[in-house]
């Protein structure tokens, strides 16, 4: 009997749409989970010839081909390890075990290190797109090693989703690399969001437009360099009625923003690694501040500012210069993300491959844009960059653009509108631009109560002063 050519374990939402996207390419999919009953209405709703569903876990591994390829597609954490440690006695040398999930990329590198010890394969594999990517093409970002990749490689390609012809799929780098790569894709994924969200802020408080103007002016701008995936849902959601009341379905949803984690990792890894991703921080904190909701009530009531009425003279203007602001904190808000990988890539000893990275991103996942282009192009020319801000074609549109990134925050902060994403953006940019910056005091003062010494402009050497009580 022929055997299937890879398994999938875990069939809620991610793993039932790979395993159908799988099938649909034409391999035999071998299915199990630990629920039996989930993996039935699986089937029963999506008959496919290719899907074969096992009841017994060593029934569904002595269904694969020789190397078997199994991905796992459970909640991330714990279950991971309890499916590895229930398969592992099931599987023989050489076989390969995938993470699917969005797993911690510590847990992967320990993971890979205690499996390929006893003979086995391992892979950590990053998959963005959600319900829709996983059925039709995610991006897909495999890391672990390079032989275990190039036996999976051709089905992770095959399902991919596919950007000018290629496919949004390329091995990133040894153990946790992949799954690095997710986590700084969703962290840019919060950044993204949120910038979005404040130029919502500013564009309805400020600019005075109802939801109506708001859907016009998202799709309009989805037509030009802003074109991505996050802005047309944007324009879409702007478009949509609450079926109950009849009112616009965005104004009926609490203002209380969830997450699962992974962009908390990437603030972690910002401060674990020495990156300013204050940016991307920033964003992870409002939706924080976004969930604290009875505090905020409270205190809208307790801490006043009387705003002045700010009058927007030329709306067209205001909502061009808020456009302008939100390309140029996206600009930096990818250059803190790849600036994040660029040192993990050399911490934990990936060689990252940038301009591929930002290919990967094209299609599929949740940031893809027309914008990842020019990335990918910025590190096709220079594969050395020391930040993205310096790439000729994002200098020119940050020189352009800051003056509407300083002009719409300002107003933001004299009209008391929170913009957080957008002041770190361009105060970030100004730091990062300052020759000569102010830490000049901070090592005085750390000298002057811990003796914790200083270097000099026009000397080397590490130096203490007796400084005068
Ligand atoms: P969930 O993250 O909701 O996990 C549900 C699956 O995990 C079910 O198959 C469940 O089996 C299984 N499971 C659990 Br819970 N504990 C288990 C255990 N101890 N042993 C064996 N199986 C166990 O599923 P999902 O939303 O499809 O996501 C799968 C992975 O993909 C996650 O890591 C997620 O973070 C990641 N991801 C999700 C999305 C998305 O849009 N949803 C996007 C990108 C990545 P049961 O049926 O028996 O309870």
Redesign the pocket.
């Known amino acids: 009997m022929k055997k299937n050519d890879i398994g999938v374990i875990?069939?809620?939402?991610?793993?039932s749409n790979l395993a159908l996207n799988m099938a649909d390419h034409g391999y035999d999919v071998a299915l199990y989970?630990?629920?039996y009953s989930?993996g039935e209405k699986v089937m029963a709703e999506n008959p496919h010839d290719h899907l074969h569903l096992y009841e017994a876990l060593s029934d569904f591994v002595a269904s694969l081909s020789a190397p078997r390829k199994i991905v796992l597609?459970?909640?991330?954490g714990?279950?991971v390890d309890?499916?590895i440690d229930g398969l592992i006695p099931l599987l023989d040398q050489g076989d390969i075990i995938m993470d699917?999930?969005?797993?911690n990329f510590r847990d992967t590198i320990r993971r890979t290190e205690a499996i390929e010890a006893q003979g086995l394969r391992y892979l950590g594999v990053g998959?963005?797109g959600?319900?829709e990517g996983a059925r039709f093409g995610p991006a897909i970002m495999p890391g672990g090693s390079q032989d275990a990749y190039a036996h999976v490689s051709a089905i992770l390609e095959d399902i991919s989703a596919k950007a000018e012809g290629e496919p949004c799929c390329t091995y990133i780098g040894t153990d946790g690399a992949g799954h690095y790569v997710k986590m700084v894709h969703n962290g840019i994924e919060y950044a993204d969001m949120q910038l979005i969200a404040e130029s919502y802020s500013l564009l309805k408080h400020v600019g005075g437009l109802n939801n109506d103007e708001l859907a016009e002016t998202f799709s309009e701008w989805n037509q030009g360099e802003l074109e991505s995936f996050l802005i047309e849902i944007t324009a879409q959601i702007f478009k949509e009625l609450d079926p109950k009341t009849g009112n616009s379905l965005v104004d009926m949803i609490l203002d209380t923003a969830a997450q699962?984690g992974t962009g908390k990792w990437t603030a972690e890894e910002a401060l674990n690694t020495g990156t300013d991703a204050s940016l991307l921080t920033s964003a992870v904190f409002a939706r924080f501040m976004s969930a604290d909701k009875q505090a905020r009530v409270h205190a809208s009531k307790e801490l006043h500012y009387d705003a002045p009425t700010i009058k927007i003279e030329d709306q067209k203007a205001f909502v061009n210069s808020v456009k302008e602001a939100l390309y140029a904190s996206k600009i930096i808000a990818y250059a803190q993300g790849f600036d994040l990988m660029k040192r993990a890539s050399s911490e934990y000893g990936w060689n990252l491959n940038f301009g591929e990275i930002a290919k990967v991103f094209r299609e599929g996942c949740i940031i893809r844009a027309k914008f990842l282009n020019r990335i990918s192009e910025a590190y096709d020319k220079n594969s050395d960059l020391a930040n993205l801000m310096l790439d000729s074609y994002f200098n020119e549109k940050l020189t352009t653009y800051q003056k509407s990134l300083r002009d719409v925050s300002s107003l933001a902060i004299q009209a008391g509108i929170s913009i957080p994403a957008f002041t770190n953006a361009i105060s970030y940019f100004d730091s990062y631009r300052n020759e000569r910056s102010n830490a000049n005091l901070i090592q005085a003062q750390r000298d002057l109560f811990g003796a914790h010494t200083f270097e000099r402009i026009d000397e080397e050497g590490h130096f203490h002063h007796e400084w005068n009580e």
């Open positions: 875990g069939l809620a939402v991610m793993g989970n630990r629920t989930v597609m459970v909640k991330a714990a279950p309890r499916v699917g999930g969005n797993s998959i963005s959600g319900e699962k």
